[in-house]
């Protein structure tokens, strides 16, 4: 945790109150900013001007089938409470994505993902609002431009529109996604049987090992993406460094960001009142009272080592600001 003030607060609970709040910033022409669990987000400065804190709740099917749920989902929603919503009800899709913090209209925002799952994958369409004009439009899946931990809404229309709900299609019929290999290993080391509710326990344990409870340590989670990187260049690594840790994406390759901060030797390190987590390289922890710029100034000397040593620029997974 870090200490940040805002010069002024709103929570939005429905979508009166959204037109009510476009109408406020249109009439005082006052900056703003979207805050939903605030679990992705390192703030190093004072706000000037308006958070919105986005509260809007609901989950409820919409259509179904035989096959699949069409489901509607406020985007103020904790992420996780809806993923144990859909385990409860035998609704395949998202439970590689349980224990994800944060709030359900942030998903499409960064196209969370885990375990071979990413929110594209389920994702039909979303309503948002724009703030400058108050018109509410539909986002469908392609205009999203989803990539890796990426969406327009990270880039092009950062801030322009405020989401108000999303819809996803999930499975009916059993559909376990098993591609990480540790994954597939606690399954076949445990013997236990392919269901939703195990697969979903599983993933939980599993994190659970590997991430500190954002509860008791300070921590945004995964801060630096997975570089991903063209064949070429990864044949020159894994010359120079045969032990490289990597994924097979696609036609490019996938490096893993906490084995490159591992071989830096940040794993564990401290400095001052934040640092790098023992368990898992990925995670910057604040220790107490670390403010925003400390974190920021450590997250750039990992970068700087990864540069010199790898020739790979790292990218934030958490926003900043």
């Not at 103020?76 to 913090?101: A, H, M, Q, Y």
């Not at 948002?128 to 018109?135: D, I, W, Y």
């Not at 996604?177 to 540790?182: D, G, H, P």
């Not at 990864?234 to 084995?259: Q, R, T």
Request: glycine share 8%; net charge positive; proline share 2%.
């Amino acid at each position: 945790m870090v200490n940040c003030f805002a010069e002024q607060f709103i929570s939005v609970k429905n979508q009166q109150d959204i037109i009510d709040t476009i109408r406020i910033l249109n009439k005082n022409k006052k900056k703003h900013f979207i805050l939903g669990g605030g679990s992705n987000i390192l703030f190093t400065k004072d706000i000037s001007g308006v958070i919105i804190h986005n509260k809007i709740e609901g989950i409820k099917i919409i259509k179904e089938d035989k096959l699949t749920a069409t489901i509607n989902i406020g985007s103020g929603v904790i992420w996780n409470d809806f993923v144990k919503w859909t385990i409860e009800r035998k609704l395949w899709g998202v439970e590689n994505l349980i224990l994800i913090p944060g709030t359900v209209g942030a998903a499409p925002i960064q196209n969370i993902g885990a375990y071979g799952v990413e929110i594209k994958d389920v994702f039909k369409n979303l309503k948002a609002f724009n703030l400058k004009t108050g018109e509410k439009k539909i986002f469908s899946k392609k205009e999203c431009l989803f990539g890796y931990r990426d969406s327009i809404f990270k880039n092009k229309l950062k801030n322009k529109f405020f989401i108000c709900e999303i819809e996803v299609t999930l499975q009916k019929k059993d559909n376990p996604i098993l591609t990480y290999e540790n994954l597939k290993f606690e399954f076949k080391n445990k013997k236990k049987a392919l269901t939703i509710k195990n697969i979903s326990d599983v993933i939980s344990e599993i994190r659970k090992r590997k991430l500190p409870n954002p509860n008791k340590l300070g921590n945004c989670g995964s801060f630096f993406k997975n570089p991903v990187i063209n064949k070429e260049e990864f044949l020159v690594l894994k010359e120079k460094f045969p032990e490289i840790k990597y994924f097979k994406k696609n036609e490019k390759i996938k490096l893993s960001a906490g084995w490159l901060i591992e071989q830096c030797g940040w794993k564990g390190k401290k400095i001052n009142s934040c640092g790098v987590y023992e368990k898992q390289a990925l995670v910057l922890v604040n220790f107490g009272g670390a403010s925003g710029l400390e974190i920021k100034s450590l997250a750039q000397k990992i970068k700087k080592d990864i540069l010199n040593k790898f020739n790979i620029k790292l990218e934030e997974e958490v926003q900043i600001i």
